[in-house]
């Protein structure tokens, strides 16, 4: 069980990368289907099934709209439905059934009675695919690009998985086409097994969105202190999983076996897009009282701008569900009132320009690394290429054809290392005009770290310590705490910024912690989503006291102590790069401090 889970934690990204790209690909389907497979057949009339017997019911027809192709061929209000091309029809849904399978454009024959009169005429089909699934399957591709990056850039962050998680089941939501394509459409084929695994995914994702959007609300962009008590988590796990237990057996009982009506299946579809309503109602209120709990203007402006498109979402989901059908007698007969659904697509599209420009979920940093990195060194990588080329075109032509694959040969090998030794430097000269606070980070750290060890006595090493991140690194919050060899605990011997001059943390979860993370990186760092699990007995303390990165102090697979950080003079977390020149010059600290405490221990 060890070496499955080490494998997974090992294998995380690429499994993240693979998931990622099948969910893309099934939005991308739901999206086809919509608008190519699943268009509903229109007559422009709305059918209203009344029950006449035990187990019979008639159809009538009502709201004809005037001129409209069903007016055309001469039914009215009232006149009752018998056959659609010979087929008599049992209930509202074969008789959709039947029409969907009539191409737009081409005639279907109705059976026809008004008054004792039975007459047959022709209706004119036409097509009509729903604004509402494709505005929400769109929805959901945008958010679930947007989500594979966030959890890329950062796996182990709560947040970001419950924005991920909220995109892959919006996705998977969407299937629902793909199924009605075969009960109501036939268009597709679906076999038993993959038609189960459809329904099973798509009844797991609707009853776990809701919980999700309020999770991840309740959490972003700081959580609400009611988390923490003990039955709110669990309570979130444990009702959608009654949910989907209820609703996949209602599925099977319909789908699979026919032992009971459809209407059942309906009803708890009607349930569940209430719950999903009402979980996004809960999420704008949270992030409202969220928003009005931050105190600066840099923390405000990204969640605003979420904010008013969040806004925007609901005014169009409330016109699009009370307004529209208030104003029109039938979507089939005004479907352009309808369209303004569609503007439920610039919710990811607000959390995507407010990640990228205001750093949001610690994920613009990565991209904008990636960015300016990949393409200066593809930028100098193609001016090595030509130089190449060129120096080589120009010697064969002074020295003869005969020895081109040998010039050519010379002229890569000084290439590849000439390159390498320029690449850097030239990342380097990007850091420091793209990124001066980095640069001036490294600069600093890198300095540190070559001098600490030189330094002698334990006190002498912590003030330079405090020195170097607090004067070098101008920090207004950081703090030393060392391991109290008799109780373990670590204790608080330094600190700039701190309310408590006398800290103590207990940290039963983290050399746990530091294994697990260790598979994935060097570079172990416990960031504010992780303290409940690494501090359970302090994590409210920390997160009172702004404290957003914590550094191990590790020797040979044992903790000596703790750098504690808060946010940076730009006001973002430390991450990327900073993480990587803070463990580096903490693992240095850490040997430095263990050999003081040796020498005094000999003394």
């Known amino acids: 069980?060890?070496?499955?889970?080490?494998?997974?934690?090992?294998?995380?990204?690429?499994?993240?990368?693979?998931?990622?790209?099948?969910?893309?690909?099934?939005?991308?389907?739901?999206?086809?289907?919509?608008?190519n497979v699943a268009s509903t057949s229109n007559d422009e009339c709305l059918w209203k099934g009344k029950k006449i017997g035990m187990d019979s019911i008639a159809i009538f027809f009502d709201l004809v709209k005037v001129e409209g192709v069903t007016w055309e061929a001469g039914i009215r209000n009232g006149d009752q439905l018998l056959k659609i091309n010979g087929i008599t029809l049992p209930d509202v849904y074969e008789a959709q059934r039947i029409l969907n399978k009539v191409n737009e454009g081409d005639s279907a024959e109705y059976s026809v009675r008004r008054a004792d009169q039975v007459f047959t005429t022709y209706v004119k089909v036409k097509k009509l695919f729903s604004f509402h699934l494709l505005a929400q399957n769109l929805l959901a591709l945008i958010w679930m690009l947007i989500g594979f990056v966030v959890l890329t850039a950062?796996?182990?962050?709560?947040?970001?998985?419950?924005f991920y998680g909220i995109g892959a089941a919006s996705v998977l939501i969407g299937t629902q086409v793909i199924l009605q394509s075969g009960y109501f459409f036939n268009q597709v084929h679906l076999g038993s097994f993959i038609g189960l695994g459809l329904g099973y995914l798509w009844a797991l994702s609707i009853c776990f969105l809701?919980?999700?959007?309020?999770?991840?609300?309740?959490?972003?962009?700081?959580?609400?202190?009611?988390?923490?008590?003990?039955?709110?988590?669990?309570?979130i796990f444990i009702i959608p999983g009654i949910l989907f237990i209820v609703t996949f057996t209602i599925e099977i009982m319909v789908f699979g076996f026919n032992s009971i009506s459809i209407d059942y299946f309906l009803f708890a579809i009607n349930i569940m897009g209430i719950l999903v309503a009402l979980s996004y109602i809960v999420g704008y209120i949270s992030l409202f009282v969220n928003y009005r709990r931050l105190k600066t203007k840099e923390e405000k402006k990204p969640v605003f701008i979420i904010l008013a498109a969040f806004t925007v979402v609901i005014a169009a989901s409330l016109y699009t569900g009370l307004v529209a059908p208030a104003?029109?007698?039938?979507?089939?007969?005004?479907?352009?009132?309808?369209?303004?659904?569609?503007?439920?697509?610039?919710?990811?599209?607000?959390?995507?320009?407010?990640?990228?420009?205001?750093?949001?979920?610690?994920?613009s940093v990565v991209i904008r690394h990636t960015i300016i990195y990949g393409a200066a060194t593809i930028s100098l990588l193609a001016i090595y290429f030509l130089a190449v080329y060129l120096l080589g075109?120009?010697?064969?032509?002074?020295?003869?054809?005969?020895?081109?694959?040998?010039?050519?040969?010379?002229?890569?090998?000084?290439?590849?290392?000439?390159?390498?030794?320029?690449?850097?430097?030239?990342?380097?000269?990007?850091?420091?005009?793209?990124?001066?606070?980095?640069?001036?980070?490294?600069?600093?750290?890198?300095?540190?770290?070559?001098?600490?060890?030189?330094?002698?006595?334990?006190?002498?090493?912590l003030d330079s310590m405090r020195n170097t991140y607090v004067d070098g690194l101008k920090l207004r919050k950081f703090a030393i705490l060392l391991k109290d060899r008799e109780t373990g605990k670590m204790k608080l011997v330094r600190n700039v910024g701190l309310s408590v001059n006398n800290l103590e943390l207990t940290a039963p979860g983290l050399m746990k912690f530091i294994k697990e993370k260790s598979l994935i990186s060097p570079n172990v760092v416990v960031e504010q989503s992780d303290f409940q699990n690494v501090f359970p007995e302090n994590a409210q303390v920390l997160i009172k006291e702004n404290i957003y990165t914590i550094i191990p102090m590790v020797i040979k697979s044992k903790v000596i102590g703790l750098l504690l950080f808060g946010l940076k003079p730009s006001g973002s977390q430390f991450s990327g790069k900073d993480i990587e020149l803070l463990s580096a010059s903490g693992t240095q600290s850490a040997i430095a401090i263990e050999n003081a405490r040796l020498y005094e221990s000999e003394a």
């Open 210 to 235: 809701p919980f999700f959007v309020i999770y991840f609300f309740w959490t972003f962009p700081k959580p609400f202190k009611f988390l923490d008590r003990k039955p709110v988590k669990p309570l």
């Open 154 to 162: 950062k796996p182990d962050g709560t947040v970001q998985k419950l």
């Open 327 to 363: 104003i029109t007698d039938t979507m089939f007969n005004s479907p352009e009132y309808y369209t303004p659904i569609i503007l439920i697509v610039i919710f990811p599209l607000a959390f995507a320009y407010s990640i990228f420009k205001y750093q949001l979920m610690d994920v």
């Open 1 to 35: 069980m060890k070496k499955i889970k080490e494998f997974f934690i090992r294998s995380r990204k690429r499994l993240i990368v693979a998931v990622s790209l099948v969910l893309i690909l099934i939005a991308l389907v739901n999206i086809h289907f919509i608008v």
């Open 393 to 461: 075109q120009t010697i064969s032509q002074a020295i003869g054809t005969e020895s081109q694959g040998i010039i050519a040969g010379a002229a890569f090998i000084i290439f590849a290392i000439i390159f390498q030794s320029t690449k850097n430097r030239f990342q380097d000269f990007i850091t420091e005009k793209f990124y001066p606070e980095q640069f001036a980070y490294q600069k600093v750290l890198i300095s540190f770290s070559n001098e600490v060890s030189t330094l002698i006595g334990l006190e002498n090493i």
